[in-house]
């Protein structure tokens, strides 16, 4: 596998496991219905955490990470001959789309196989975990956070979490081509692609 489609599976699994869950009221709970049978939100969320007001329950999502991306919005975000790569790392299920004989541009999507406490385990580890943490515009009230180990930004690179509830969240990453590093921000375009999973998870069309 391509350097790039290995570099965004560390990331996720670094992100997703390296800090400790804060307690957090309520667990998801997997079915196959969506926003009317997504876990509750929680109440008892740490100061600063946003909140989800209209959870959607993404486990079933576990089962095929590729359907988290039509493709039409996959073809607005890379081109029309992306192709996408199904996996299974530590970090839980994920689907990579590129450009076939091209390491960037990439967008990849995970579904956190880890104790999901949504997006207040990036929160709890800010600054120690995670140097790098920034709340970006939510979508539709749902929360992006912009997070890395590091600040790699300036490489072309970024991962942001999208809090569907409370207790999940599901891991974007975006890295930019190599004619666009310096010129566009990974993170705006992680947050496109944010914008396009959560149409596609609310089954928008």
């Known amino acids: 596998m391509r350097r790039a489609t290995l570099f965004l599976s560390a990331a996720a699994l670094a992100a997703l496991s390296s800090c400790s869950t804060p307690t957090v009221d309520g667990s998801p709970t997997p079915t196959s219905g969506g926003p009317s049978s997504a876990p509750s939100s929680s109440t008892g969320l740490p100061p600063g955490v946003p ?11 576990k089962q095929d990470p590729c359907a988290t991306l039509t493709e039409p919005r996959v073809d607005e975000l890379l081109g029309t001959r992306a192709e996408a790569e199904r996996a299974d790392g530590a970090a839980g299920p994920s689907c990579l789309w590129r450009i076939p004989s091209t390491s960037r541009p990439v967008v990849q999507v995970i579904v956190s196989d880890f104790g999901d406490s949504g ?17 970006l515009e939510p979508i539709d009230g749902y929360p992006v956070t912009a997070y890395g180990v590091i600040d790699i930004r300036g490489q072309g690179d970024c991962s942001v979490a999208l809090g569907t509830s409370d207790t999940q969240s599901l891991g ?17 375009i992680a947050r496109e692609a944010a914008i396009r999973v959560l149409a596609t998870i609310r089954g928008g069309n």
């Open 51 to 61: 909140k989800v007001g209209n959870p959607i329950d993404v486990a079933r999502f």
């Open 119 to 135: 997006t207040a385990k990036f929160y709890a580890g800010k600054g120690t975990n995670y140097k790098f943490l920034e709340p």
């Open 172 to 188: 974007i990453a975006s890295t930019l081509s190599e004619v666009n590093i310096g010129k566009k921000d990974p993170c705006a």
